[in-house]
């Protein structure tokens, strides 16, 4: 095939072997995927999303999309990195103020040492787990309404089987549509095709 860098010109012989040439690859890569997902794979879906992909924007696109996530992921992950050392912190400073007060303390007063430092301790465990339940929800809803940025994005730009979603079964089509796009950009890239 001759080269498809973005197919910008608007030779309807070249669009149409473009677009054949896409839709079976689609084909041939669907064929990977679970039997219940091959089934909802219907051909007017796959040539619509060949069509899609023809210029090579949605392959810019979803690439975008993956770096945005990738970066939200780890600020999400040093976010929670943070909070754990600043627990351990925390945690060890406690220690080392327990094992102060232990050293000093006569030994009358050492039960009722004992007893607040317990309590300190399960005090702390307390907060420790609070922080980061508050901090894995506020993970969940970044990543959801990542997931949802996508939808949309890949809705608008006209992707077959992307709208907004939090059905699990349309979610795992979508994940399956990315995969074959993915897959499908791969082969144009070691092909010289993008």
């Known amino acids: 095939m001759d080269g498809y860098p973005g197919v910008t010109d608007s030779d309807p012989a070249k669009l149409q072997e473009r677009h054949y040439y896409l839709l079976s690859e689609l084909q041939a890569l669907v064929k990977d995927l679970p039997s219940s997902f091959q089934q909802r794979l219907t051909y007017n879906t796959l040539s619509d999303l060949a069509l899609a992909l023809i210029d090579g924007t949605v392959y810019e696109i979803v690439q975008g999309l993956l770096d945005i996530q990738h970066l939200t992921e780890k600020n999400l992950y040093n976010q929670r990195q943070k909070l754990h050392c600043e627990h351990q912190a925390l945690k060890q400073d406690m220690v080392r103020k327990h094992k102060e007060a232990l050293q000093s303390c006569k030994s009358h007063n050492l039960a009722l040492?004992?007893?607040?430092?317990?309590?300190?301790?399960?005090?702390?465990?307390?907060?420790v787990r609070e922080e980061q339940k508050m901090m894995d929800k506020?993970?969940?809803?970044?990543?959801?309404?990542?997931?949802?940025?996508?939808?949309?994005?890949?809705?608008?730009?006209?992707?077959?089987?992307?709208?907004i979603t939090t059905n699990p079964q349309e979610l795992m089509m979508q994940m399956n549509l990315l995969e074959l796009i993915l897959k499908l950009q791969q082969q144009d890239l070691q092909a010289g095709l993008l």
């Open 113 to 127: 040492l004992k007893s607040t430092q317990q309590t300190e301790v399960e005090a702390l465990e307390v907060r």
């Open 138 to 163: 506020k993970i969940v809803a970044e990543m959801d309404q990542k997931v949802i940025d996508q939808q949309n994005t890949l809705e608008k730009a006209g992707v077959p089987g992307f709208y």
